[in-house]
């Protein structure tokens, strides 16, 4: 099962979309306009915001064993969720409980991710997004987690490195029955979406970049 996450406003939404229209079997919520983001997995964000709280009030790892039969009755290709950066030993319950995972991580330059924060204003509530320091902290935490861990991961810096000749050869590994030409019709069609908003380059199969 593919992860996507990443410390947010990094692409991961655009990743999520991207895998609904190539018909991955991905557990996909609702997206948010206002806040141009969204998709986020319903199982997953449950799952990890009680392991979140069950730390924040100190208790035991017994309390929350109860979630390794929730981890591994998630039956999706593909999640998408950004709490596994914000908390990582999310990740380190998740792959202590089903070894199937491979991460895609977006990452993005720290302070364009505080000012994409910023421009929208119901995003406002101070959160680590707001401070590139902060946000530097909390993805070297979940990195070394992960390599500690040896989580098979594919690091993508947004927007530079989102090109089809770059994701797609993730996904063809992880699912061969994905057909590049299909793929490369739904791909200049989410990425046409986002081209007014910043340079991502629409790919045809020769996926000239």
């Known amino acids: 099962m593919i992860i996507i996450t990443g410390p947010g406003r990094c692409g991961t939404s655009m990743m ?36 979140v709280k069950h730390y924040h009030l100190k208790l035991s790892l017994d ?10 009755a998630v039956n999706f290709e ?5 709490q596994f950066v914000v908390y990582s030993p999310c990740i380190e319950h998740w792959w202590g409980w089903r070894q199937d995972l491979v991460i895609l991580y977006m ?4 302070k364009e991710i505080a000012k994409s924060q910023k421009r929208h204003p119901e995003m406002n509530t101070p ?26 991961l594919q690091s993508v810096m947004y927007p530079d490195q989102v090109k089809f000749s770059w994701i797609f050869p993730f996904f ?11 793929c490369t019709i739904a791909w200049n069609e989410v990425v046409r979406l986002q081209a007014s908003k910043l340079d991502l380059k629409q790919s045809d199969s020769t996926h000239q970049e």
């Open 16 to 51: 999520a979309e991207l895998c609904y229209h190539w018909k991955l079997n991905i557990d996909i919520g609702p997206r948010l306009a206002l806040l141009d983001a969204g998709y986020e997995s319903a199982q997953s964000m449950i799952i990890n915001q009680s392991f």
């Open 63 to 72: 309390h929350v064993e109860y979630h390794k039969e929730k981890i591994q």
């Open 172 to 182: 063809k590994k992880q699912f061969p029955r994905l057909k590049e030409n299909e």
């Open 127 to 152: 959160t680590y997004r707001c401070f590139p320091e902060l946000i530097k902290e909390k993805e070297k935490e979940f990195l070394n987690v992960v390599d500690k861990l040896g989580i098979p």
């Open 78 to 82: 593909v999640i998408k969720d950004p």
């Open 107 to 110: 990452t993005r330059d720290y």
